[in-house]
């Protein structure tokens, strides 16, 4: 595995960077009341997809140069402006007094992830699902299946969240976007998506999830190895996804070759 610097974390960022940006510039199409926003600031973004949206934070600053009080001013700014409380992703490759100064500032962790990923070739080869069941490219026509689908496996035991339909069906519009089914006797079971970032030659995974009853039978490994086959052919040299430390997808990712580049902070400031 190669050395883990800041041109190579700034190329890994990108894989939760970009999703939002693309996200947010079509909320805003589809639900201009919102006020979704996605601008550049530090080399990175700052994005804003409704209030309590996962979706909507500052992801890819400060790895060309250091982030300064300036920069968290502007930053904060941006969050106020949509009454919202300001949020960015750090990681160890950012600078010590980067650090420092969102201490300075009050603010606190709101959750911490592991990013992981693995070098792709052209001609690498990927295994073909189990004949139990079918893996095949998710249809425009099904976004609202693919998003029942992702919601159950995430929150089966409770409420899904609201807006979570809404975060998750707008995938099919999004340039670059790749959806994939799992189905068992027509019934679709599973479901992995992903985005293929051309400007970074990477695809970033993501709202992958399968239904209580159907796990155990390698289907989420069979929809990574179809997404990593996809993004291999479309010359794509690195795969990155982000998880809890110790879950499942983590798991299944590193069987897959995934490895842990660093661990990251999303930091948060209260609206004042």
Same mark, same amino acid.
């Given at each position: 595995?190669?050395?883990?610097?800041?041109?190579?974390?700034?190329?890994?960022?990108?894989?939760?960077?970009?999703?939002?940006?693309?996200?947010?510039?079509?909320?805003?199409?589809?639900?201009?009341?919102?006020?979704?926003?996605?601008?550049?600031?530090?080399?990175?973004?700052?994005?804003?997809?409704?209030?309590?949206?996962?979706?909507?934070?500052?992801?890819?600053?400060?790895?060309?140069?250091?982030?300064?009080?300036?920069?968290?001013?502007?930053?904060?700014?941006?969050?106020?402006?949509?009454?919202?409380?300001?949020?960015?992703?750090?990681?160890?490759?950012?600078?010590?007094?980067?650090?420092?100064?969102?201490?300075?500032?009050?603010?606190?962790?709101?959750?911490?992830?592991?990013?992981?990923?693995?070098?792709?070739?052209?001609?690498?080869?990927?295994?073909?699902?189990?004949?139990?069941?079918?893996?095949?490219?998710?249809?425009?026509?099904?976004?609202?299946?693919?998003?029942?689908?992702?919601?159950?496996?995430?929150?089966?035991?409770?409420? *899904?969240?609201?807006?979570?339909?809404?975060?998750?069906?707008?995938?099919?519009?999004?340039?670059?976007?790749? *959806?994939?089914?799992?189905?068992?006797?027509?019934?679709?079971?599973?479901?992995?998506?992903?985005?293929?970032?051309?400007?970074?030659?990477?695809?970033?995974?993501?709202?992958?999830?399968?239904?209580?009853?159907?796990?155990?039978?390698?289907?989420?490994?069979?929809?990574?190895?179809?997404?990593?086959?996809?993004?291999?052919?479309?010359?794509?040299?690195?795969? *990155?996804? *982000?998880?809890?430390?110790?879950?499942?997808?983590?798991?299944?990712?590193?069987?897959?070759?995934?490895?842990?580049?660093?661990?990251?902070?999303?930091?948060?400031?209260?609206?004042?």
């Amino acid at each position: 595995m190669d050395f883990i610097d800041k041109a190579l974390a700034r190329r890994l960022e990108s894989a939760e960077e970009m999703p939002q940006v693309h996200y947010a510039l079509v909320f805003d199409q589809l639900h201009p009341e919102i006020g979704a926003a996605a601008e550049g600031i530090c080399g990175g973004h700052m994005i804003f997809a409704g209030i309590g949206s996962p979706i909507g934070r500052a992801v890819g600053l400060g790895f060309d140069r250091p982030i300064t009080s300036d920069d968290i001013d502007e930053l904060e700014r941006f969050y106020r402006s949509h009454k919202a409380p300001s949020q960015i992703d750090l990681c160890p490759l950012h600078d010590p007094v980067t650090m420092e100064l969102f201490k300075q500032r009050g603010y606190a962790i709101a959750e911490l992830n592991n990013v992981l990923w693995r070098k792709l070739r052209r001609e690498e080869q990927f295994p073909p699902a189990p004949k139990e069941f079918a893996v095949r490219r998710g249809r425009s026509e099904e976004a609202e299946i693919f998003a029942d689908l992702v919601a159950q496996s995430f929150h089966e035991q409770g409420e *899904v969240p609201t807006g979570f339909h809404a975060m998750l069906a707008p995938l099919y519009q999004i340039p670059g976007a790749i *959806v994939f089914v799992a189905s068992i006797d027509n019934r679709p079971v599973g479901a992995g998506a992903g985005l293929i970032i051309p400007e970074h030659k990477l695809v970033a995974l993501f709202g992958a999830g399968t239904l209580h009853e159907f796990r155990g039978r390698g289907i989420q490994t069979a929809l990574l190895n179809a997404r990593l086959k996809l993004a291999a052919d479309a010359g794509c040299e690195l795969a *990155v996804v *982000v998880t809890q430390g110790g879950s499942a997808s983590q798991r299944n990712c590193e069987r897959l070759g995934f490895r842990v580049a660093y661990s990251k902070v999303t930091l948060f400031k209260a609206l004042e």
